[in-house]
T-cell receptor, first 114, second 113 residues
Framework: DSGVTQTPKHLITATGQRVTLRCSPR?????VYWYQQSLDQGLQFLIQ???????AKGNILERFSAQQFPDLHSELNLSSLELGDSALYFC?????????????FGPGTRLTVT | AQTVTQSQPEMSVQEAETVTLSCTYD???????LFWYKQPPSRQMILVIR??????QNATENRFSVNFQKAAKSFSLKISDSQLGDTAMYFC??????????FGTGTRLTIIP
């Protein structure tokens, strides 16, 4: 168990809908990262938050947004869903402090868009 | 941009044997970190081993060790005394400290009983 939790584990929804994925980092970890794992794109970085502030953006679509709350949990919002958004979405957190370098992953949320 | 290449899509080895997974990367920076992650059928991403680029000594974690060749930009993973539980996808990854991970495409490893 990495200590990172993600809910829900599975999500099935229809095209055009909106969903919210939730992540709770390990206790005390300040950085949260979101990754998408799809069959054709592999593991792709989406976005990073550090202590409530957006720190870096990767290949995140405009239909997607995220935030990190004061208690450090994070949410990834996916809207106007398309079939191609079906993927495994991981959240990771990194060890305490600004200069840490190990990322621990949650179990992932499997999103299926029908 | 940094890239990570894993040239072996699939590998298989007999139980108890040793296997080496290859990884090369490309960066112009001198300070960075390299990782191997394991993804078993459960799809959980598990950190196996890490290597700091400024350290010359190769990292070791029990049966797992790396061969880090900085000049060649090579970072291979050696699994000794392989076990059935080692069957998984293995991803090589790169980062600059507290920044995103850039992953390779993975190597699917099967341990044969």
């Amino acid at each position: 168990d990495s200590g990172v939790t993600q809910t829900p584990k599975h999500l099935i929804t229809a095209t055009g809908q909106r969903v919210t994925l939730r992540c709770s980092p390990r206790s005390g970890d300040l950085s949260v990262y979101w990754y998408q794992q799809s069959l054709d794109q592999g593991l792709q970085f989406l976005i990073q938050y550090y202590n409530g502030e957006e720190r870096a953006k990767g290949n995140i679509l405009e239909r997607f947004s995220a935030q990190q709350f004061p208690d450090l949990h994070s949410e990834l919002n996916l809207s106007s869903l398309e079939l191609g958004d079906s993927a495994l979405y991981f959240c990771a957190s990194s060890v305490r402090g600004e200069f840490s370098y190990e990322q621990y992953f949650g179990p992932g949320t499997r999103l299926t868009v029908t | 941009a940094q890239t990570v290449t894993q040239s072996q899509p699939e590998m298989s080895v007999q139980e108890a044997e040793t296997v080496t997974l290859s990884c090369t990367y490309d960066t112009s920076e001198s300070n960075y970190y390299l990782f191997w992650y394991k993804q078993p059928p459960s799809r959980q991403m598990i950190l196996v081993i890490r290597q700091e680029a400024y350290k010359q000594q190769n990292a070791t974690e029990n049966r797992f060790s790396v061969n880090f060749q900085k000049a060649a930009k090579s970072f291979s993973l050696k699994i000794s005394d392989s076990q059935l539980g080692d069957t998984a996808m293995y991803f090589c990854a790169f980062s600059f400290g507290n920044e995103k991970l850039t992953f390779g495409t993975g190597t699917r490893l099967t341990i044969i009983p």
